[in-house]
Protein backbone atom coordinates (compact mmCIF):
# COMPACT_ATOMS: atom_id res chain seq x y z
CA UNK A 1 0.00 0.00 0.00
CA UNK A 2 1.57 3.25 -0.81
CA UNK A 3 2.14 5.72 1.84
CA UNK A 4 1.11 9.64 2.08
CA UNK A 5 3.03 11.00 -1.07
CA UNK A 6 4.17 14.91 -1.11
CA UNK A 7 5.27 16.99 -4.15
CA UNK A 8 7.81 18.90 -4.41
CA UNK A 9 10.28 17.69 -1.93
CA UNK A 10 12.03 20.96 -2.11
CA UNK A 11 11.46 24.02 -3.04
CA UNK A 12 13.06 27.30 -2.91
CA UNK A 13 11.27 30.22 -3.10
CA UNK A 14 11.89 34.22 -3.16
CA UNK A 15 10.14 36.83 -0.93
CA UNK A 16 6.74 37.88 -1.55
CA UNK A 17 5.55 34.90 -4.32
CA UNK A 18 3.35 32.40 -3.56
CA UNK A 19 3.72 28.08 -3.40
CA UNK A 20 1.01 25.28 -3.89
CA UNK A 21 1.99 22.16 -2.33
CA UNK A 22 0.92 18.80 -3.03
CA UNK A 23 -0.27 15.74 -1.11
CA UNK A 24 -1.73 12.38 -1.89
CA UNK A 25 -2.96 10.74 0.97
CA UNK A 26 -3.10 6.37 1.62
CA UNK A 27 -5.82 5.57 -0.43
CA UNK A 28 -8.95 5.47 1.67
CA UNK A 29 -8.02 8.09 3.45
CA UNK A 30 -10.51 10.95 3.69
CA UNK A 31 -8.60 13.09 6.59
CA UNK A 32 -5.82 15.21 5.28
CA UNK A 33 -3.89 17.15 7.76
CA UNK A 34 -1.26 19.92 6.88
CA UNK A 35 2.06 20.90 9.67
CA UNK A 36 4.71 23.22 9.91
CA UNK A 37 7.27 22.25 11.27
CA UNK A 38 10.42 24.79 12.35
CA UNK A 39 13.24 23.86 14.45
CA UNK A 40 12.07 27.29 16.95
CA UNK A 41 7.85 26.60 16.74
CA UNK A 42 8.37 23.08 16.61
CA UNK A 43 4.96 21.34 14.85
CA UNK A 44 1.73 23.58 14.13
CA UNK A 45 -0.70 22.64 12.91
CA UNK A 46 -2.62 24.34 10.07
CA UNK A 47 -5.57 22.98 9.28
CA UNK A 48 -7.46 19.63 8.16
CA UNK A 49 -9.28 18.42 5.48
CA UNK A 50 -12.45 15.46 5.27
CA UNK A 51 -14.49 14.70 2.41
CA UNK A 52 -13.14 18.09 0.74
CA UNK A 53 -14.68 20.09 3.68
CA UNK A 54 -12.02 22.39 5.96
CA UNK A 55 -12.89 20.86 9.89
CA UNK A 56 -10.63 22.55 12.15
CA UNK A 57 -8.03 25.60 11.57
CA UNK A 58 -4.82 26.25 13.12
CA UNK A 59 -3.74 29.95 13.84
CA UNK A 60 -1.89 31.05 11.28
CA UNK A 61 -2.68 34.13 8.95
CA UNK A 62 -5.01 33.92 6.05
CA UNK A 63 -1.98 34.12 3.70
CA UNK A 64 -2.38 29.89 4.58
CA UNK A 65 -4.88 28.17 2.22
CA UNK A 66 -5.79 24.52 1.66
CA UNK A 67 -8.17 22.75 -0.44
CA UNK A 68 -9.52 19.05 -0.63
CA UNK A 69 -10.31 18.04 -3.93
CA UNK A 70 -12.75 14.30 -4.55
CA UNK A 71 -10.13 11.96 -4.55
CA UNK A 72 -8.94 13.21 -1.37
CA UNK A 73 -5.75 14.51 -3.06
CA UNK A 74 -5.15 17.96 -1.24
CA UNK A 75 -3.02 21.15 -2.18
CA UNK A 76 -1.89 23.81 0.36
CA UNK A 77 -1.44 27.33 -0.65
CA UNK A 78 0.99 30.17 0.88
CA UNK A 79 0.59 33.18 -0.72
CA UNK A 80 3.17 36.79 -0.22
CA UNK A 81 6.04 34.29 0.94
CA UNK A 82 7.84 35.45 4.14
CA UNK A 83 11.09 34.71 5.10
CA UNK A 84 9.81 33.19 8.02
CA UNK A 85 7.82 30.67 6.05
CA UNK A 86 10.91 28.99 5.45
CA UNK A 87 10.09 24.95 7.14
CA UNK A 88 9.67 21.85 6.63
CA UNK A 89 5.57 21.23 5.61
CA UNK A 90 4.05 18.25 6.86
CA UNK A 91 1.13 16.55 5.00
CA UNK A 92 -0.83 13.76 7.13
CA UNK A 93 -3.85 10.82 6.16
CA UNK A 94 -5.84 9.15 8.27
CA UNK A 95 -8.94 7.31 8.26
CA UNK A 96 -10.52 9.64 10.93
CA UNK A 97 -12.11 6.44 12.59
CA UNK A 98 -11.62 5.98 16.03
CA UNK A 99 -8.13 4.56 17.14
CA UNK A 100 -6.70 5.37 13.49
CA UNK A 101 -3.56 7.19 13.63
CA UNK A 102 -2.03 10.25 11.23
CA UNK A 103 0.40 8.80 8.79
CA UNK A 104 2.72 11.38 7.45
CA UNK A 105 4.20 11.87 4.26
CA UNK A 106 7.77 13.10 3.87
CA UNK A 107 7.47 16.80 3.64
CA UNK A 108 8.12 19.33 1.62
CA UNK A 109 11.29 21.95 2.56
CA UNK A 110 10.27 24.98 1.46
CA UNK A 111 13.33 27.91 1.86
CA UNK A 112 12.31 31.61 1.35
CA UNK A 113 14.73 34.00 0.36
CA UNK B 1 -5.63 27.59 24.48
CA UNK B 2 -4.46 23.70 24.35
CA UNK B 3 -1.08 22.98 26.03
CA UNK B 4 0.66 20.06 25.44
CA UNK B 5 3.99 20.04 27.44
CA UNK B 6 6.76 17.21 27.09
CA UNK B 7 9.72 17.08 29.29
CA UNK B 8 12.32 16.42 29.05
CA UNK B 9 12.73 17.90 26.08
CA UNK B 10 16.48 16.51 25.91
CA UNK B 11 17.43 13.09 27.13
CA UNK B 12 20.56 11.63 27.03
CA UNK B 13 20.80 8.11 27.94
CA UNK B 14 23.27 4.85 28.54
CA UNK B 15 22.38 1.71 26.76
CA UNK B 16 20.37 -0.23 29.41
CA UNK B 17 19.06 2.05 31.37
CA UNK B 18 15.37 2.90 32.13
CA UNK B 19 13.37 6.52 31.51
CA UNK B 20 10.45 7.71 31.54
CA UNK B 21 9.34 10.82 29.02
CA UNK B 22 6.17 12.97 30.62
CA UNK B 23 3.29 14.19 28.26
CA UNK B 24 0.76 16.84 30.43
CA UNK B 25 -1.93 18.48 28.60
CA UNK B 26 -4.21 20.83 29.64
CA UNK B 27 -7.27 20.07 28.28
CA UNK B 28 -9.78 17.27 28.47
CA UNK B 29 -9.06 14.46 26.08
CA UNK B 30 -9.64 10.75 25.48
CA UNK B 31 -7.43 10.03 22.66
CA UNK B 32 -3.31 10.65 22.88
CA UNK B 33 -0.92 9.67 20.72
CA UNK B 34 3.04 9.01 20.21
CA UNK B 35 5.00 9.47 17.27
CA UNK B 36 8.84 8.85 16.65
CA UNK B 37 10.83 11.05 14.32
CA UNK B 38 14.50 10.41 13.32
CA UNK B 39 16.50 12.90 11.84
CA UNK B 40 15.89 13.90 8.32
CA UNK B 41 12.72 11.89 8.24
CA UNK B 42 9.09 12.04 9.05
CA UNK B 43 7.30 11.10 11.66
CA UNK B 44 5.78 7.47 13.04
CA UNK B 45 2.31 6.27 14.52
CA UNK B 46 4.06 4.38 17.78
CA UNK B 47 0.52 4.14 20.15
CA UNK B 48 -3.27 5.30 20.07
CA UNK B 49 -3.94 5.48 23.52
CA UNK B 50 -7.83 6.04 23.59
CA UNK B 51 -8.80 5.45 27.02
CA UNK B 52 -8.28 6.46 31.09
CA UNK B 53 -5.90 3.75 32.11
CA UNK B 54 -4.83 2.62 28.58
CA UNK B 55 -1.10 1.03 28.22
CA UNK B 56 0.23 -0.48 25.17
CA UNK B 57 4.05 -2.10 24.99
CA UNK B 58 5.78 -2.45 21.98
CA UNK B 59 9.32 -4.13 22.13
CA UNK B 60 10.95 -1.52 24.73
CA UNK B 61 8.56 1.47 24.67
CA UNK B 62 5.87 0.97 26.99
CA UNK B 63 2.88 4.05 26.73
CA UNK B 64 0.14 5.13 29.36
CA UNK B 65 -2.62 7.12 29.67
CA UNK B 66 -4.14 8.81 32.74
CA UNK B 67 -6.69 11.29 31.69
CA UNK B 68 -8.08 12.30 35.22
CA UNK B 69 -4.48 13.43 35.63
CA UNK B 70 -4.34 14.46 31.63
CA UNK B 71 -0.86 13.26 31.76
CA UNK B 72 0.99 10.13 29.60
CA UNK B 73 4.22 8.90 29.89
CA UNK B 74 6.37 7.12 27.12
CA UNK B 75 8.48 4.40 29.40
CA UNK B 76 11.96 3.20 28.21
CA UNK B 77 13.12 -0.14 29.14
CA UNK B 78 16.85 -1.40 28.50
CA UNK B 79 17.46 1.52 25.99
CA UNK B 80 19.75 0.45 22.73
CA UNK B 81 20.98 3.18 20.12
CA UNK B 82 17.91 2.32 17.82
CA UNK B 83 15.33 4.38 20.26
CA UNK B 84 17.42 7.33 19.84
CA UNK B 85 14.83 9.74 17.64
CA UNK B 86 12.82 12.85 18.77
CA UNK B 87 9.60 11.40 20.57
CA UNK B 88 6.00 13.07 20.17
CA UNK B 89 2.81 12.82 21.89
CA UNK B 90 -0.31 14.66 20.53
CA UNK B 91 -3.87 15.30 21.98
CA UNK B 92 -6.27 14.80 20.05
CA UNK B 93 -7.78 18.32 19.72
CA UNK B 94 -6.43 19.54 16.83
CA UNK B 95 -4.05 17.08 16.75
CA UNK B 96 -1.66 19.13 19.02
CA UNK B 97 1.87 18.56 19.31
CA UNK B 98 3.86 18.57 21.94
CA UNK B 99 7.70 20.22 21.68
CA UNK B 100 9.09 16.49 21.02
CA UNK B 101 11.91 14.77 23.12
CA UNK B 102 15.28 14.39 21.67
CA UNK B 103 16.47 11.31 23.06
CA UNK B 104 20.01 9.85 22.32
CA UNK B 105 20.93 6.70 23.47
CA UNK B 106 24.76 6.44 24.18
CA UNK B 107 27.20 2.86 24.46
Known amino acids: KAGVTQTPRYLIKTRGQQVTLSCSPI?????VSWYQQTPGQGLQFLFE???????NKGNFPGRFSGRQFSNSRSEMNVSTLELGDSALYLC????????????FGNGTRLTVT | ELKVEQNPLFLSMQEGKNYTIYCNYS?????LYWYRQDPGKSLESLFV?????AVKQEGRLMASLDTKARLSTLHITAAVHDLSATYFC???????FGAGTRLTVKP
Open chain 1, 49 to 55: YFSETQR
Open chain 2, 49 to 53: LLSNG
Open chain 2, 90 to 96: AVEYDMR
Open chain 2, 27 to 31: TTSDR
Open chain 1, 92 to 103: ASSLALGDSPLH
Open chain 1, 27 to 31: SGHRS
